[in-house]
Each structure stands twice: as structure tokens, then as C-alpha cells.
């Protein structure tokens, strides 16, 4: 393909708009009474499933929830009693996963899909926070108790999802130091070179 101007321009346009997005992603814990529907959230779990996964094994199921008395069955059993409009608990069902190398690698799998769900959710102009489930039995527990979820599956967290009612600046949390070129680099506490 002859590489335009045109297409060059395009191509940056897109970079920039990633990047934006990943540093406009905040955990947002207070959130408006406006709904999120359910169109929306499909979106979401899209973005999850197009999540990268060992050996594209997938490991997982996710419970979304749009009902009011179930989001407030949630907010009152948990941490924090966020209000979130919406919420998606990011499952592991190792049943479902379709290579063996899903039983060492599901978090990071869940992980992965996790993520996905938070940026684009930043780019649907929602604000999200990602609370923990396993390895916290207590939080997991509430979490299988409250939808449903059986023993065979572990519910990893569950994400508040709603339109935003704080408002937090973009940010990157670049630290040079942790960043190494090339080869590790040993550093002093004080984050000088050892070397
Ligand atoms: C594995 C994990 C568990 C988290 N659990 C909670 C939680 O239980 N409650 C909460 O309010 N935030 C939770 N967070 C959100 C972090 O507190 C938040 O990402 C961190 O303070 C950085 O802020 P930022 O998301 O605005 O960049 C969790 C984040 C991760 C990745």
C-alpha cells in the first residue's frame, strides 16, 4: 500500500486517542443516578472477550448487572457501597477454557479482559472502578452469594461501571527508574545505577 500523508495523519489521530484513553482511565467511586443500558454494557463485555489469553484459551464468564436491586444487593454487601449504575463481575470458569494452559495463566487472562473493559468504558465516556474478589474469600463469597455464582466458578472481581459524578485529572504514572533499556539495571535505593 503507498503510504499517503493522508494515511499517516490518520494512523497518528488514532495513536494519540489510545493513549488518551488509557491515561483518562481513573477509578471513578462516586457516580450519577443515569443509567447505563444494557447496549452499553454488551460493549463492554465485547471489549472482554477480545481480551488476549494463553494459548486463546478464555478462560472465563462474566455477570453483568443492570437490575437496581441486585446493584443494590451488591452495594450494600460490599466495601465501599459504591453506586455504580452497572456492574460486571470478571469470572474464571476453567471448564470452559479451551487449552490446559488456562489453569496456570487465568488471572492474567482475567486480567487482561478486565483492562479492556475499563478503557473502553473510558471510551464510552463511563467511569469504572475495579474491585477485588479472589483471593479475598470474604469478597468472593459475597459475590457467589448474591448472583448466583456457583463453587466451580471464582468470581476474580467485579467492576462498577456508571457516568461519572467526581472528577479526576488524566494522568500517567511514569517513573523513569522502573524502566530499564536494553538489560536490568540494578539501582540504590535512592535510584542511582549500582553499576
Ligand atoms: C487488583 C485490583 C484490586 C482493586 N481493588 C479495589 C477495591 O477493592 N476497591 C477500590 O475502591 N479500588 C480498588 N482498586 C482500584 C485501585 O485502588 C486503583 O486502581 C489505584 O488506586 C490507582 O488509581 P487509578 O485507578 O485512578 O489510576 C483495585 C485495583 C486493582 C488493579
Redesign the pocket.
Given at each position: 500500500m503507498r503510504v499517503t500523508a493522508v494515511h499517516i495523519t490518520r494512523r497518528d489521530q488514532k495513536t494519540a486517542d489510545v493513549l488518551d484513553l488509557i491515561f483518562k482511565?481513573?477509578?471513578i467511586?462516586q457516580y450519577t443516578e443515569q443509567e447505563v443500558s444494557q447496549e452499553t454494557v454488551t460493549r463492554l463485555l465485547e471489549a472482554a472477550m477480545a481480551a488476549p489469553s494463553a494459548a486463546n484459551g478464555r478462560p472465563w464468564e462474566f455477570v453483568a448487572v443492570t437490575d437496581k436491586v441486585v446493584l443494590a444487593e451488591l452495594r450494600e454487601a460490599l466495601?465501599?457501597h459504591y453506586n455504580g449504575q452497572a456492574a460486571i463481575a470478571v469470572c474464571a470458569n476453567l471448564s470452559l477454557a479451551s487449552s490446559p494452559a488456562s489453569e496456570r495463566f487465568w488471572q492474567q487472562d482475567l486480567g487482561a479482559a478486565t483492562e479492556n473493559i475499563l478503557l473502553a468504558a473510558a471510551g464510552l465516556g463511563l467511569g469504572t472502578?475495579?474491585?477485588?474478589g479472589y483471593p479475598g474469600m470474604e469478597r468472593a463469597e459475597i459475590l457467589r452469594r448474591v448472583l448466583g455464582i456457583p463453587e466451580s466458578v471464582i468470581p476474580m472481581?467485579l467492576i462498577w461501571i456508571g457516568y461519572a459524578a467526581e472528577s479526576?485529572p488524566p494522568r500517567t504514572q511514569y517513573d523513569a527508574q522502573r524502566g530499564h533499556w536494553q538489560r536490568y539495571t540494578p539501582k540504590t535505593a535512592a535510584g542511582d545505577d549500582l553499576a
Open positions: 482511565r481513573r477509578s467511586r466495601p465501599g472502578v475495579w474491585t477485588g472481581c479526576k
